[in-house]
């Protein structure tokens, strides 16, 4: 399956973005599907995941409480609901999935995931 990560942009501090995931190739709809961010000089970091049957989510702490993982498995498309953004969440984000073997496993580590997208870049201004 291919993923494609769009969305991303320039927004002020305290804005909010919606990005979406794609894929082709293959339904979605049995993958469990991370999301994950990598800023200049640091690691990939996990932000939220979201089991395939849609029904489990995880979020990284800073990402509590402002974002919000969704799938919609009849349109093929795992979203992320950014609101409150700040600059520290300026980073390149990437969607990344699993075929799930369990409805309500999500996954946090980067090398479990086995699909990649090219990632969108987002910049949040102060």
């Known amino acids: 399956v291919q993923l494609k990560e769009t969305g991303g942009g320039l927004v002020q501090a305290g804005a909010s973005l919606r990005l979406s995931c794609t894929a082709s190739?293959?339904?979605?709809?049995?993958?469990?599907v991370g999301w994950f961010r990598q800023a200049p000089g640091k690691s990939r970091q996990f932000v939220a995941a979201?089991?395939?049957?849609?029904?489990?989510?995880h979020y990284e702490d800073s990402a509590k409480g402002r974002f919000t993982i969704s799938r919609d498995n009849a349109h093929n498309v795992v979203n992320l609901h950014m609101n409150t953004l700040k600059p520290e969440d300026t980073a390149v984000y990437y969607c990344?999935?699993?075929?799930?073997?369990?409805?309500?496993?999500?996954?946090?580590?980067?090398?479990?995931?086995?699909?990649w997208g090219q990632g969108t870049q987002v910049t949040v201004s102060s």
């Open positions: 990344a999935g699993l075929p799930g073997y369990a409805p309500n496993r999500f996954y946090t580590m980067a090398d479990e995931y086995r699909h």
């Open positions: 979201i089991s395939w049957h849609g029904t489990v989510t």
């Open positions: 190739g293959r339904s979605l709809g049995n993958y469990a």
